[in-house]
């Protein structure tokens, strides 16, 4: 087995990354999803949502950043166009969407999905000791659990 500068299995990290990537693709069409909605949105509540909507971009453009960073420090390089991205991506993409409940759903629809990822690429960096990618997981995973009970608790829905 060949380790790499970080002491890890490199075959391991390689795929590791190649996840990443996945992710990194689908928080771009998350993050870009959000923009469309925080500038759409239209209805009563209107200034609530869109606050909320900045912020949850505004949180996925760090974590853009972070797994491209990632995928660096593993020795691979992050997806970087938007051709790459939409191949990729198994995201819902949200066009025009203006309704506040279509974007809550969206946004729930799409956490779901990128949770999927993540606790795929939890168990394969828990696997390689791959403390780094396990942190970074474990820390998403926690708050988009939040954000997703607080929107199916804003669309007044039950986690089941």
Same mark, same amino acid.
């Given at each position: ?9 490199s075959?391991k ?17 998350y993050y ?13 509540n ?11 971009y505004?949180d ?7 797994i ?7 020795? =691979? ?5 938007? !051709?790459?991205? +939409?191949? &990729?991506a ?5 066009k025009n969407?203006? $309704?506040?409940?279509k974007a ?13 990822i993540?606790?795929?690429?939890? =168990? ?5 000791? !791959?403390?780094? +990618?396990? &942190?970074?997981?474990?820390d998403?995973i926690?708050?988009?659990? $939040?954000?997703?009970w ?11």
């Amino acid at each position: 087995m060949g380790l790499n500068s970080l002491g890890l299995d490199s075959k391991k990290t390689k795929e590791i990354a190649e996840d990443l990537n996945k992710l990194l693709a689908n928080f771009q069409l998350y993050y870009q999803n959000l923009r469309g909605i925080h500038w759409n949105i239209k209805g009563k509540n209107f200034f609530d949502l869109h606050v909320k909507f900045e912020e949850l971009y505004t949180d996925a453009n760090v974590k853009v950043d972070e797994i491209a960073e990632r995928i660096l420090t593993l020795g =691979e390089t992050p997806l970087h166009t938007f !051709d790459d991205y +939409t191949k &990729a991506a198994k995201v819902p993409v949200g066009k025009n969407v203006s $309704k506040d409940d279509k974007a809550v759903e969206l946004i729930v629809d799409s956490l779901s999905q990128l949770l999927k990822i993540e606790r795929s690429i939890l =168990e394969k960096s828990g696997e390689a000791s !791959d403390e780094g +990618t396990n &942190a970074m997981m474990s820390d998403f995973i926690t708050e988009q659990e $939040k954000t997703l009970w607080m929107m199916n608790a804003w669309l007044n829905q039950s986690n089941a």
